[in-house]
């Protein structure tokens, strides 16, 4: 699986100065936070690739304008073909505003999406905006990462976690891939970043080895393929 990720700045050759080979095999687009809607609505319209994204510190816009046809996936984990995505926006809080957050109140998001990873029995990726403490952060408060990501990757060790949040003319505050002792590949998505999947790296569609949920799904399946059929089977008709 081809995932484009996205977030901060964007990207000319994606925009500006489209060129759609930029798209080509892309299956699915994720957005770490702080892009125009516009550019989001752009991307879902152009490529046959579903847009997800989170919310930045810079997103309150999204409230009056989201950027139509993508889904927004923070607080919950999103099943992508059996790809677990658990999205947490927001920066850490450095004055009011809507999508940032003290360490505790991220921990409290983390308690109340817990449910769901549980259901899920983990997840794969983690999307947020901010960094990890001591991943690909800075000292100034703005820009520092928070430390309850890194107990949530030492605990369901995702293959991925993708922020944004930290520009690459920051400087030296900017890595574009680390490794956490977790095992999960830390990346910053900043302007846009290509990463491959291979089938074998995520759970089969309702395999993921949650009794429940997997029965939900295989069950939600089967009816689409039944519709699907029964649709199909109505053309002959007309």
Known sequence: MKILLIADEEDKALYDYYDSTKLKDVDLIISS?????????????MGHAPVLYVHGNHDEGYDRKPPLGCDCIDDRVYDFHGLRILGL???????????????????????????????KNGFDILVTHAPAKGYGDMQDLPHQGFACFNKLMDRYHPK????????????????????????????????????DIKREEYPAEGHTGSLLYDIYKNVSMARNRAHSHYDGGMNDYK
């Open 89 to 119: 926006g927001g920066s850490m809080r450095y004055k009011d505003g809507k999508y940032m957050y003290t360490e505790e109140e991220m921990e409290r998001r983390i308690n109340h999406v817990h449910r769901d990873i549980i259901l």
């Open 160 to 195: 991925y976690m993708v922020h944004g949040h930290i520009h690459a003319c920051y400087g030296n505050g900017f890595v574009r891939s680390l490794d956490h002792p977790s095992g999960t590949t830390i990346i910053n998505a900043y302007s846009k970043y290509y990463i």
């Open 33 to 45: 936070g702080d892009l125009n809607p516009h550019y989001l609505e752009f991307l879902v319209t």
